[in-house]
């Protein structure tokens, strides 16, 4: 089984995030945008149960995220730690 890559697009307004995940979704990658901070546990376990970690025709999956205060910034960090825990490579751009 190879590693799956999750890509976790945040940054600014302005900072290119939605042009980032538009060529994400050109490479076939599964996107999803605006998710909540709160929902990433949700989300993990959806590709979990769904078997969707193992589909060979989706290259990795990404995410755009806004985390502007301290709370939703540590509940990325602690799910994003969580998927890498499941063999899931986790980039943050």
């Known amino acids: 089984m190879r590693t799956r890559s999750l890509y976790v697009v945040t940054g ?5 995030k939605s ?4 060529a994400f979704e050109d490479l076939g990658f ?10 990433i546990g949700d989300y993990a376990r959806y590709l979990e149960s769904g078997g969707e970690l193992h589909r060979p025709e989706v290259p990795g999956y990404a995410l ?13 960090i602690n799910e994003l730690k969580r998927l890498q825990s499941l063999g899931v490579a986790v980039f943050v751009l």
């Open 19 to 22: 042009t980032a995940i538009s």
């Open 64 to 76: 755009l995220l806004d985390c502007r205060d301290i709370e939703s910034s540590k509940t990325v």
């Open 30 to 39: 599964s996107c999803v945008e605006n998710l909540p901070a709160q929902m």
């Open 12 to 16: 600014v307004s302005g900072s290119g």
